[in-house]
């Protein structure tokens, strides 16, 4: 939290040690009681079933060799296994069996995720787990190829069907003794990550582009932010990713491509131009927001007195929201943005009435969720400002000389 | 050339954008709430079991 401590009474300064020591409390308490117990919870999940671990190891990918109460079936196995999904880390639990027409799978588990809720329930509702079953264990299990991902929920859908096929693969090979014929995974890097590529660089000149169509490049942007980032990937930055960053939620970069581009640009323009480029022109939340407030043409002020008091609004709200995610190692238990919710209209509660809240204030005042609620827009601008600091502490700025007559 | 006077807000208006960011701030409040009862679950990691038999 960039705050001036120049500028800060020295409770202030008190709070804010308090408030940051919490914080670390809550970071440290929440790694410690992060460890859940999935060879427990995979049993539970097949109670019918004899379950015996195969592998020795204590840690994740876990195979188990499972058996009817009934009829044993030796050509049963199931596998625990991790994955990476875009709000953190996943685990998995496939259970295949050896049939007449070969290995088919029987049940996908998803015993823990790091997901938004919205997300999840997308991928529910638009059936995502539902082209799993009865599929093959040497199918390729590739988005695009054998497997639809979810609009929307892309990167979700990537993350979900990588650990599937891990976990199924790793079964078929160890334990139903089945060759690899599948096609071995590559980069996914689609169209989507490219577009995403481009969208940043026009991001970056649009920073600095200053010409007769300036107006119309700027709303090219923001359409485009708004199909790609918002309605087709879904991938809006919000304070559960700033988060996840910190607790090491960071995927692999061959996985999730878009992740990498997405936090790349994001704070490169933070740390190289020194411009917060990410909420000017690639958040599609803020080009919803900018359009109601363009179609209303309302310009209701905010009183000043509470201007002046967002930044406290934004960063109590911040600080409960992280220590949320830092006690509950789930990033989307603190994100309280409606980006998710907005572009999926998937929503748990609550979250429901915060969409519509944030949509008719902006409706009515202009910038509205950003200037008062938006914790991502207030970090990266605090970013901004941290790099101008540094940037006038090691390059100090010579005075202009004072103007003379001859000048003139 | 004059300079154009700023045109002043008045009192409703100023009391209706105090109640929507009011309302949100609420909300999100609620959103909390909500949140820390997912925290104090007895296993707060386990949030979603989605089993798919095959049909």
């Known amino acids: ?408 | 050339m004059a300079r154009k006077k700023k045109k002043l807000q008045k009192p409703w208006q100023y009391q209706l954008s105090f109640a929507l960011v009011g309302l949100t701030g609420l909300l999100v409040i609620g959103f909390f709430v909500q949140s820390s009862k997912t925290v104090r679950e007895a296993e707060p990691i386990h949030i979603a079991v989605e089993r798919v038999k095959a049909d």
Not at chain 1, 41 to 56: E, G, I, T, W, Y
């Open chain 1, 1 to 408: 939290m960039m705050v001036n401590l120049q500028k800060l009474l020295p409770w202030e300064r008190f709070v804010q040690a308090i408030a940051f020591t919490l914080l670390v409390v809550a970071f440290v308490l929440g790694q410690i009681a992060a460890k859940p117990d999935y060879d427990a919870m995979f049993r539970a999940q097949l109670p019918n079933l004899d379950v015996v671990r195969s592998d020795k190891n204590s840690s994740l990918p876990a195979i188990y060799r499972l058996a009817d109460d009934a009829s044993e079936s030796p050509g049963a196995v199931g596998v625990v296994a991790p994955g990476s999904g875009y709000g953190g880390p996943l685990v998995v639990a496939v259970h295949a069996v050896r049939t007449e027409e070969g290995a088919k799978i029987q049940d996908v588990i998803v015993l823990d995720h790091k997901e938004s809720p919205a997300f999840l329930d997308r991928l529910q509702n638009k059936r995502f787990f539902k082209q799993f079953a009865n599929m093959d264990v040497s199918s390729d299990f590739l988005i695009g190829s054998d497997i639809d991902a979810v609009s929307g929920a892309t990167v979700s859908s990537i993350g979900f069907a990588t650990a599937i096929r891990d976990a199924v693969h790793l079964g078929a090979t160890e334990h139903l003794g089945i060759l690899a014929t599948w096609q071995q995974s590559s980069w996914n890097f689609g169209a989507q990550d490219v577009l995403l590529i481009v969208l940043f660089a026009a991001a970056y000149g649009a920073a600095y582009y200053r010409g007769k169509y300036t107006k119309y490049y700027r709303w090219g942007i923001a359409a485009s932010a708004l199909i790609l980032v918002g309605f087709y990937t879904n991938s809006s930055v919000s304070l559960g990713n700033l988060a996840g960053i910190v607790m090491g939620y960071v995927p692999p970069l061959k996985q999730h491509p878009m992740w990498w581009i997405m936090m790349i640009g994001v704070f490169g323009s933070v740390i190289v131009l020194g411009r917060n480029v990410y909420c000017q022109y690639i958040c599609p939340f803020k080009v919803v927001t900018d359009l109601l407030s363009s179609i209303s043409g309302i310009r209701l002020k905010i009183r000043p007195s509470l201007q002046r008091k967002a930044r406290l609004l934004i960063l109590t709200m911040s600080w409960v929201g992280l220590m949320l995610i830092f006690l509950s190692t789930h990033p989307a238990l603190g994100s309280y943005e409606p980006f998710a919710m907005m572009f999926s209209l998937e929503g748990i509660g609550i979250q429901w009435y915060i969409l519509p809240a944030a949509l008719i204030g902006s409706f009515f005042v202009p910038s509205f969720w950003c200037r008062l609620f938006c914790p991502v827009g207030f970090y990266l601008n605090e970013g901004v400002r941290a790099r101008r600091s540094l940037r006038d502490f090691l390059f100090p700025r010579k005075p202009k000389p004072p103007r003379t007559g001859a000048d003139e």
